[in-house]
């Protein structure tokens, strides 16, 4: 028996005697599904998997790993973009599951709000609120997997994050266990309060390293009661921030969501999906899809409205050509392309992909001035751009040349195009990780690229609240 | 000569040779007006005053500080509620005023942003942005003092909190020294960035202990392009909650303002202003301030949408009378009511003031029971609540009885009510500090009532960010 084994067998014993109704196990035919991220590029090792149903139980065992030295790897749906949920090789860590915390407590629909446990999965979440008449904003792909849990220490964004923020704007409250098992508990929802710098928002995108969200109350919308999607034609990336602007101007806040895709991406969607066909009759180098929203106050005048903007867009030649959803099955439809463009790319062969921001007004410049770099100094791939214009995030994908050997060409020159990308995003002054978190995937990059004073900050704070380094070992810092 | 004073000359002449154009005084003149809060609470000293003109000589400043090991008391308008830029007595701190850096470097008017020094003011950022038929939507009554970097360093509130959010809301990048001089530069406004926990997020409201705020990009909004103020009259603050929740279902985004005040203050206002005169003709015992505004796309349908909103309140009994501004200058004079509150209460008498914070829905019960205990408890005195209903936060006002001496009160009875009202708002599950901050007013409050596991938090992150606990020093913990 190594001292490895006996340090673990001692700390298991104590947790059997401590908490016996503690589900955990060694089991890896129950492990194995979950040491592997969705899209599989990292796998790990566990040694054990254990599924709290409370706060109190997870604290007690959180104070157990403290004890005996244990790091934690916190999970829930498994489906974060950039390997955050995945253990590393050693097996040292204990994967911990939330995804048995899962209650929905209360739905306040006067205050619109719902406290709920942190497993709980998006789509419930959208469902319970669409019950009361009420809707929770944010949404994105995994929707049937995501927890709440994630998505905060995520700070997920997703496609209506123009209008709405990305989850940091719609926690009003939160509940997490700290490093040595406290609980820190502010899960009241006050709209006001000063007592001192905001630890709810440091432990919001923090990606499990300085705390384990466990619950958490969240903002609720009234009900959408009409919805326009719009689909537009335009000549080039900066004629759709052009419109962009006018949509702003003329539609407010009834915006909820400006994607754009390239030709390219349209053509690969309708080869890949069955029976899908191009909204407009000819082609256009770039496409839109406006997403426009009212709830029972709104809804009279929304598809006038847009009506309005769109005249007034063909009038100034803000676009080629343009049409309006008649219907939701039609609005979903035209979702459908948006959300196939990734699928549909991945279909194409191998590429490697990003998840980059730059300030909204630099998009256009930055995808025009960048993809004919990239291509010339690596023959043959090809740049995509497609995304979340509205929000200056694009999903940088750069296709491998035909006839590529995938694994060999990742690691290799898809490597190095990564690299060069994150070294141009920032020198334009944007991020290289909008959305998706940094997780293990773009921790040396971050390493390698971050700014020295930010850096130092993250690690001063890291260090103050998990001094032993016990939660989620090896992500983010 | 003392050892202090030793050390002192020795900082001073390093300050001298190093920064040669540093404007840097010890003349008492000089100093003085800024060594006392404005509402005269604290008076503090300090070494020397000193007024950088960049973020540059700001932060070669700071290093030599942390050299010599002299605190330094970051310090905008002098227009903050408690005492949180006024140095403590024992004249070792370096009073650093931002003033001088007040310049606006730019306003992006397509994007809707500025990016302006830590020293301008709100009433010239208001200015500059209506020049650009655009707003800063957060304002207050120190507006023509409180400067920016003031602002986001106590996250401040104001009347627009219910619709545009806190300071913290409105900070789209952010510039600041921290405790050894480097500088945290993050002023690029990037919609989505989620690498790592987000830093800005925590400097904002953290009063000057983590870093000194020296410059940021802040959102704008659409002019206003029509604004309507409705002054109703109900009979309870229950009802004017029920009033609340009618107007944000049936006004949306349109709803910016919902303030309250017990007819007493509307009384006092009416006697301590002159020509002012109560806007119904009847006496209800709670009186709301509705502020209703719309930009270009929507003010068509403005009055339209009041004039229905309050149709349906009179049809559901909600309002017992109700009036809407025709003009602005109707909307000015019912705002001027509003804002004369404080002044008029504080022409009453001596009292106890407290800038609290509970969920929105608790709040009529909170007034309603809280105010009977304290009012028998100490016979004689008034509680009198006002303010900013939307937000769950209310200015709750004990008035001394009538020909009490002042400063004895406020120092013997008057401290027991602030504890007293501090520990049901701590068990309501309330804020002792909605808007105000903690500054060196509440740090005993704080300590004593602050939860443990929150309060290890801020004590953690603040020494691992300042660990010489040179960043004003005897504020907040």
């Known amino acids: ?9 001692t700390f298991l014993g104590a947790v059997a005697a401590t908490l016996p109704d503690l589900t955990i196990t060694q089991d890896p035919d129950l492990l194995d599904p979950w040491l592997t991220d969705w899209r599989g590029r990292f796998t790990g ?41 995945t253990p590393d090789v050693s097996g040292e860590a204990l994967l911990l599951s939330l995804r048995k915390m899962n209650r929905i407590h209360a739905i306040d629909s006067a205050a619109r709000r719902v406290t709920c446990d942190a497993g709980v999965v998006l789509q419930t979440l959208h469902e319970a609120a669409e019950a009361q008449d009420l809707r929770f904003p944010l949404t994105l792909g995994g929707k049937g997997s995501a927890t709440v849990g994630g998505l905060i220490s ?6 209506q994050v123009l209008r709405h923020g990305s989850m940091r704007a719609l926690v009003l409250g939160l509940e997490a266990v700290l490093a040595d098992g406290q609980v820190f508990s502010m899960l009241t929802p006050l709209k006001k309060d000063n007592r001192g710098f905001d630890l709810k928002q440091l432990l919001i995108g923090s990606e499990g390293t300085l705390g384990i969200v466990t619950a958490a109350t969240l903002k609720l919308l009234p009900a959408v009661a009409e919805r326009v999607v719009i689909w537009a034609g335009v000549p080039s990336l900066h004629a759709a921030r052009k419109l962009l602007l006018h949509c702003e101007e003329s539609m407010g806040d009834a915006l909820e969501g400006f994607e754009v895709m390239p030709s ?4 690969a969607v309708i080869e890949h999906l069955p029976g899908a066909r191009a909204p407009l ?142 070294d141009l995003v920032t020198r334009w ?34 260090h103050a609240l998990d001094p032993k380094g016990l939660l989620n070992p090896g992500k983010l810092i």
Chains 1, 2 share one sequence.
């Not at 995520?154 to 496609?159: E, H, K, Q, R, Y």
């Not at 390219?264 to 053509?267: K, Q």
């Not at 196939?340 to 410049?365: F, K, N, W, Y």
Request: aromatic share 4%.
């Open 154 to 159: 995520t700070n997920a964004g997703g496609t």
């Open 429 to 462: 002054g944007g991020s290289i990780s909008a959305e998706h978190g940094i997780g293990q995937l773009k921790r040396a990059e971050l390493a390698r690229l971050g700014d020295p004073v930010a850096l130092s900050m993250l690690h001063a704070v890291k």
């Open 281 to 422: 009759g000819e082609p256009h180098a770039w496409h839109v899809l406006i997403e426009v929203v009212a709830d029972r106050a709104g809804a009279a005048t929304l598809r006038d409205g847009c009506e309005t903007t769109l005249a007034s867009a063909f009038e100034a030649e803000l676009v080629e050509d343009a049409v309006m959803s008649a219907n939701e099955t039609q609005a979903e439809a035209f979702w459908l392309l948006r959300e196939t463009v990734a699928p549909a790319e991945r279909a194409r062969g191998p590429a490697v992909q990003h998840d980059i921001s730059v300030p909204v007004e630099l998009m256009p410049d930055f995808v025009e001035e960048t993809a004919p770099l990239i291509e010339a100094k690596w023959p043959g791939v090809e740049a995509v751009a497609f995304g979340h214009l509205g929000d200056g995030n694009i999903h940088y994908h750069v296709i491998a040349p035909a006839a590529t050997d995938a694994r060999l060409w990742q690691e290799g020159e898809g490597k190095q195009i990564s690299r060069y990308v994150h």
């Open 1 to 9: 028996m190594t001292p490895t084994t006996d340090r673990l067998d």
């Open 45 to 85: 090792r566990a040694c054990a998997l254990a599924s709290p149903d409370s706060t109190h139980q997870l604290a007690s065992l959180v104070r157990l790993c403290a004890a005996h030295g244990v790091p934690i790897v916190p999970q829930g749906g498994n489906s974060g973009m950039s390997g955050g949920a």
């Open 264 to 267: 390219a991406s349209l053509d």
